[in-house]
């Protein structure tokens, strides 16, 4: 992959002007024929997804393009919005005129289904649980590791400055709080006690908590503050790439796989006159030509033989609990993220 310094803040100012640019080409609203474009043969759809997949779908939706256009004559054209997990959602829910969302968990989805907004059955309707990608994660540290931090206990000590995104809007956030309590229910053989405990110190050393996981990365990276960042396996190791001598991934002992959901907003894809390409952009996402876009962004691919071509990238053989383990996501938000829940009793403390 080619060495994108800043990219951090390079794709923030890209993304931004793609989406002004597309409220402007839809100022009148997307008409039955044209779905927004002045073109009668150009579709604009618009993919509100999470924070770090700016880059990923930058590429993506050019090779979707290309399969469109030799597919239908069409042109295609996707508008960004990039954000909060939790966030993108509630905009979404709020009015943002969302024709596929590509989310960091289903509990953001199934908030909009909930508004009316998509049908029932969506996490059925693509492979993999609508997930066509996972990750995991993992805890980037300064080349060096002088904190000499290995996995989640270390994180408890004094003296340690962590930075992470806030699970109240950051999907991110959210696996990794998950992450931590499967550590400490483990370690304290499920003493509910002892886990909170051991939670709400790791949260006591937060240093900076940003509402997503790319503003927790620039916090980070960027600006260089903390000694550890609670990340995604494939934002530590965008890191290490752009910048090959000044972090290390430490792998936890155990963590969790993270599975990214997308669906159509059927509300507002049926409005749009964009169903049909809707479901075409999210169906391409399992071809293998997109799946090793994943892999080259450093998203583990849904698809086993795609992911074995990059064995020598992730770390296979991690010790990862599911979101199952919790209940699933339904059961996972009420007891943990929704309001004096968990992370909130935790936090308050």
Same mark, same amino acid.
């Given at each position: ?23 402007? @080409? ?5 008409? /039955? ?8 043969? =150009?579709?604009? !759809? ?6 770090? =997949?700016?880059?990923?779908? %930058?590429? *993506? ?32 829910? %709020? ?6 969302? =590509?989310? @960091?968990?289903?509990?953001? !989805? ?23 990608? $996972?990750? $995991?994660? &993992?805890?980037?540290?300064?080349? +060096? ?13 004094? +003296? ?15 696996? +990794? ?5 499967? *550590? ?12 909170? %405990? ?7 050393? &937060?240093?900076?908590?940003?509402? +997503? ?29 752009? *910048?090959?001598? %000044?972090?290390?991934? !430490?792998?936890?002992? $155990? ?8 669906? !159509? &907003? ?11 390409? @809707? ?22 691919? /849904? ?9 020598? =990238?992730?770390?296979?053989? &991690?010790?990862?609990? $599911? ?27």
């Amino acid at each position: 992959m080619q060495n994108k310094k800043n990219r951090f803040y390079q794709t923030a100012v890209v993304s931004a002007a793609v989406l002004a640019l597309g409220s402007l @080409a839809g100022c009148g609203g997307k008409d /039955s024929d044209s779905s927004g474009s002045g073109d009668e043969n =150009t579709i604009t !759809i618009t993919n509100v997804s999470y924070d770090p =997949t700016r880059e990923l779908y %930058e590429e *993506y939706n050019q090779i979707f393009a290309e399969y469109y256009k030799e597919k239908t004559g069409k042109e295609v054209e996707v508008v960004q919005s990039h954000g909060g997990s939790g966030s993108q959602a509630r905009s979404v829910i %709020e009015g943002n005129d969302a024709d596929v969302v =590509t989310l @960091a968990l289903a509990h953001d !989805i199934t908030a909009i289904e909930n508004a009316g907004l998509i049908e029932n059955g969506w996490l059925e309707e693509f492979d993999h649980n609508s997930s066509p990608y $996972t990750s $995991t994660i &993992v805890l980037l540290v300064r080349k +060096g590791n002088e904190k000499d931090i290995q996995d989640w206990d270390d994180l408890v000590k004094d +003296g340690i400055d962590i930075i992470a995104p806030d699970p109240k809007s950051s999907g991110a956030a959210d696996w +990794g709080f998950l992450a931590m309590w499967d *550590y400490a229910q483990k370690q304290f053989n499920g003493d509910e006690e002892k886990m909170k %405990e051991f939670v709400g110190k790791i949260y006591s050393n &937060v240093l900076v908590m940003d509402s +997503g996981a790319r503003g927790s990365t620039t916090t980070f990276v960027e600006n260089k503050q903390g000694d550890v960042l609670v990340a995604w396996e494939n934002e530590a190791l965008l890191s290490m790439a752009e *910048y090959p001598d %000044e972090y290390e991934m !430490i792998t936890p002992s $155990t963590s969790i796989l993270a599975e990214p959901s997308v669906a !159509i &907003v059927d509300e507002n894809a049926d409005k749009n006159n964009t169903q049909d390409v @809707a479901k075409e952009y999210l169906s391409y996402l399992y071809t293998a030509d997109a799946q090793r876009i994943f892999g080259e962004n450093y998203y583990r691919p /849904s698809d086993e033989k795609v992911l074995k071509e990059f064995k020598d =990238t992730f770390d296979l053989s &991690v010790s990862l609990c $599911t979101i199952d383990d919790f209940g699933g996501w339904d059961q996972a938000y009420e007891d943990f993220f929704a309001d004096d829940a968990i992370f909130d009793e935790i936090y308050s403390n």
